[in-house]
């Protein structure tokens, strides 16, 4: 009996404070009561002085039971050694009852700010985004969203296996965290259902899950892709995702793995597009590899590209915005500028710059964003399309565009002489990796071959400690390519016409936007860009259908496929017919207009059109094909490569232009740490290759990239960067965990950042630069603009150089979207960034909602 009675005591104790407090007060009560009792006794039988009514001594006793000092007030010649002895009793007891309450209270209040600070307890965030996974990616996103989120108040949760105590010592030891901005902390896994419920999902605002590092825990990259995986799934499944399917953002080493858990949770993601409509966000994934792949790449066509996507995509200075016409603030600022094209937009503002538009139309089924970056110089911004514009802040954009009206001014005509860079590139790769599995070095071999711009890449050597046999075959290699330009193929010109498609009011009709017009085409005198091509028919037909409405003349056909069935249908009318009939909606006028083309007309507009893109197919061809004898593997011991490097080691490969340098064991052993150690022999080969020497004062035209694991690496060599001067044309730190945290901290504002990335390091678009030739040129931002806009290039920024007698250089500053009415000077060496596009072929090969007619 004693033992289950002293259970529930200590159960009920252990449930909550609140019992074991009422217990002492009850205790209080009770060991007054007993002891003034026994006081009031013994006063009865006469062993007490003073004599009393029982109330009057209970009275006493309390108040001895709660005034410690009460006890010296006591008349010593109404009370005997007895009295003072139970009283006395009274006031030690109470002593002892206060002072484990005291203590009680103050063990909760310690244990309950340890179980705050430990992350035990619930938040009550909301709209806070939650990261998943302390990587080393999570500081330098934090970092980013901090600038990013400078003006308005935004929570952050970090949920990971580390306690929250040290990750909080490990996030404000690096970052200075505004006043705006709350971090907190807490411990668990995302697929853990008590931990869904602690962190307030249902409140979130965005979901972010990044790859772990590779270690202990996650032995493989396949460890950490599928941890990944099995959070996606788990969040998605979870019933409070359901309530709030925020936005999910998930890193995966391997892009294949993420679309394979994506495609896996496709049930739940395709009924929550049902159910939440055209606005919704549906999941997105993003690979690490291919992302350091193809800006690694792309490095080789731009050099200095890695400095020009930290300043474009970062949150200091100016960056990219997406003017929506759903929002409300912008939507009557776009119609008003309906008909400007790119030129025409970038000719009246001064303080921003449109590098493109967007359209996302949704009605009757959801479909995919268009992005239209650096379209020709005629193609006018159309209704329920948006701009891409690079500004300062929204206040700037809306200032800009509202008083576009009132613009008038003339720019000027300039005849700089500029090159690109555009010189045969032969490249050294230096892999210091130890891995066993040659797929991490086939891929970025491919990804190099895949984005060279100019067809210019002429060899190509590896140097590793080992290699085996599977890459002397070659047999990774791309073949040379087939873009499908003969007759009947998806991309064989007709018209020399690319195109997208419209949708109507109506679901199963259409229309067909006309995006560029190939220059040799006739038709090029007829039609504009953003015209409308509603239909096409027989001369005879056309007599039928004159006077009928825009929706009745638009292309009726099934969704699906519709490109494919409009082209079956024209080539169908000419093979039949002699004249056919365009049925146009003008962009200008916004009249319908029947325009008659013939079949010979027809016949040599596609022979042109045809072989020129025969040539630039040849071309790429005529590369790979060379590529293939001038790839070559050499064993080589790079450890002492580094130990013994000297200006020796550098001019031995002078006669190559481009030295990488990487190391994919990095991405496993490197830790969290303030001095990253492993990087050690990245900066032994940075600074030693730093010492190639300049033919006669030559200015540079080598250019180096280096991989290094830690972003702390990344500060000294960008220190050093700034501070020495260099022997290369460009000089590219690659460091992936900055790079990832710029792509997700775009995608965290809008999912059209990551796809603007993706275009621009696609063989759809690229980012170029173009190295003053003169020895001078002073002229505005507007001019240099406008001389670009004539190529059909987007001017976004300038890189300026400072060179020393030897004609080495550092960049003395990087300007993205600088003061564009001002003069700006600059010397010889400096370069200009550009947008441009591959061709019209790569155009409709890459894109998935650009085709060709």
């Not at 720019?411 to 891995?435: G, Q």
């Amino acid at each position: 009996m004693w033992k289950f009675i002293k259970y529930s005591f200590n159960k009920a104790f252990e449930k909550n404070l609140l019992n074991l407090i009422i217990f002492f007060i009850a205790l209080s009560f009770i060991g007054v009561l007993i002891i003034s009792t026994i006081i009031f006794v013994f006063q009865k039988i006469g062993l007490l002085s003073e004599s009393n009514f029982f109330v009057e001594t209970l009275w006493q006793g309390f108040n001895l039971f709660f005034d410690q000092n009460a006890i010296f007030g006591l008349d010593g010649s109404k009370n005997n050694f007895f009295d003072f002895l139970l009283k006395f009793n009274i006031t030690i007891f109470g002593i002892l009852i206060f002072s484990s309450i005291i203590g009680i209270v103050t063990n909760y209040i310690s244990g309950r700010i340890e179980s705050l600070r430990s992350g035990k307890t619930k938040i009550e965030e909301e709209n806070h985004i939650i990261f998943f996974n302390f990587s080393r990616r999570l500081i330098p996103l934090l970092t980013e969203l901090c600038n990013a989120y400078v003006k308005e108040k935004q929570s952050f949760v970090i949920v990971s296996t580390e306690e929250p105590l040290m990750v909080m010592e490990k996030i404000n030891n690096v970052i200075k965290i505004p006043k705006n901005i709350t971090i907190v902390a807490r411990k668990g896994y995302a697929w853990q259902k008590s931990l869904q419920d602690r962190i307030n999902l249902e409140k979130a605002k965005q979901i972010i899950i990044l790859k772990p590092d590779v270690g202990e825990t996650y032995k493989t990259e396949l460890d950490c892709d599928v941890e990944v995986g099995k959070s996606l799934a788990s969040l998605l499944a979870s019933k409070h995702w359901d309530i709030n399917p925020c936005k999910v953002l998930a890193e995966f080493h391997d892009e294949k793995r993420g679309f394979l858990y994506l495609y896996y949770s496709r049930d739940i993601i395709v009924n929550k597009m049902k159910e939440r409509g055209n606005t919704w966000q549906d999941p997105d994934i993003i690979s690490s590899s291919n992302l350091k792949n193809t800006l690694l790449a792309q490095c080789t066509n731009t050099p200095d590209l890695s400095e020009i996507y930290d300043n474009l995509f970062g949150y200091e200075g100016s960056e990219v915005y997406f003017i929506d016409p759903n929002n409300e603030k912008y939507s009557d600022i776009l119609k008003k500028n309906q008909g400007k094209t790119i030129k025409d937009l970038n000719a009246l503002c001064d303080n921003i710059i449109v590098i493109g538009f967007f359209q996302d139309d949704q009605r009757h089924n959801l479909a995919w964003n268009k992005l239209f970056v650096n379209s020709p110089i005629d193609f006018p911004l159309s209704d329920n399309f948006g701009i891409i514009c690079v500004a300062k802040d929204e206040d700037q954009i809306i200032n800009e565009l509202n008083n576009i009206e009132n613009q008038s001014k003339e720019v000027a005509d300039i005849s700089p002489n500029f090159k690109e860079d555009n010189k045969d590139t032969k490249i050294s790769m230096f892999d210091y990796s130890k891995e066993g599995n040659n797929l991490y070095l086939t891929k970025l071999i491919n990804s190099i071959i895949d984005s060279n711009y100019y067809n210019n890449l002429k060899s190509l050597k590896v140097y590793r400690d080992k290699f085996d046999g599977s890459l002397t075959d070659k047999q990774f290699l791309p073949a040379a390519p087939d873009y499908k330009i003969n007759k009947d193929e998806v991309n064989h010109p007709i018209l020399g016409i690319i195109f997208h498609i419209l949708k109507t009011e109506e679901k199963n009709r259409c229309g067909f936007q006309i995006y560029s017009i190939n220059k040799q085409s006739s038709l090029s005198e007829k039609l504009s860009s953003g015209d409308v091509i509603l239909n096409v028919a027989s001369k005879v037909e056309a007599v039928t259908l004159k006077g009928k409405s825009e929706l009745e003349l638009s292309y009726k056909s099934v969704p699906g496929g519709v490109q494919k069935r409009f082209k079956e249908k024209l080539i169908k009318l000419i093979d039949e017919n002699n004249e056919i009939i365009l049925i146009i909606k003008k962009s200008n006028s916004k009249e319908i207009e029947f325009i008659e083309i013939t079949k010979d007309q027809i016949s040599k507009d596609q022979q042109q059109v045809h072989q020129s893109f025969k040539e630039i197919q040849s071309q790429r061809q005529e590369m790979i094909n060379n590529l293939t004898d001038n790839i070559t593997f050499e064993e080589k011991n790079l450890d002492d490569v580094t130990n013994e490097m000297s200006i020796g080691t550098v001019m031995e490969h002078e006669k190559d232009n481009c030295y990488i340098f990487f190391n994919e064991t990095n991405q496993q052993i490197q830790k969290f740490r303030e001095n990253p150690t492993e990087d050690h022999v990245m900066i032994n080969n940075f600074v030693g290759f730093s010492n190639l020497r300049l033919n006669d004062g030559k200015m540079a035209d080598h250019s180096m990239i280096t991989e290094i694991n830690g972003y702390r690496s990344k500060r000294i060599l960008e220190d050093y960067k700034e501070k020495y001067f260099s022997p290369y044309i460009g000089n590219d730190v690659i460091e992936m965990n900055s790079i990832v945290s710029k792509y997700l901290a775009a995608g965290t504002f809008d999912i059209k950042n990551t796809k603007l990335i993706d275009l621009l390091f696609s063989r759809t678009h690229t980012i170029k630069a173009h190295t003053l030739v003169d020895k001078q040129l002073t002229a505005t931002f507007c001019e240099l603009e406008k001389y670009f806009q004539n190529k059909n290039e987007t001017l976004i920024g300038i890189i300026d150089y400072e060179f020393d007698k030897d004609q080495r250089r550092k960049i003395k500053n990087i300007s993205i979207n600088p003061k564009q009415t001002e003069n700006v000077k600059l010397d010889q060496g400096d370069r200009l960034i550009t947008i441009a596009n591959f061709n019209d072929l790569e155009m409709v090969n890459q894109s998935r909602y650009l085709h060709i007619l």
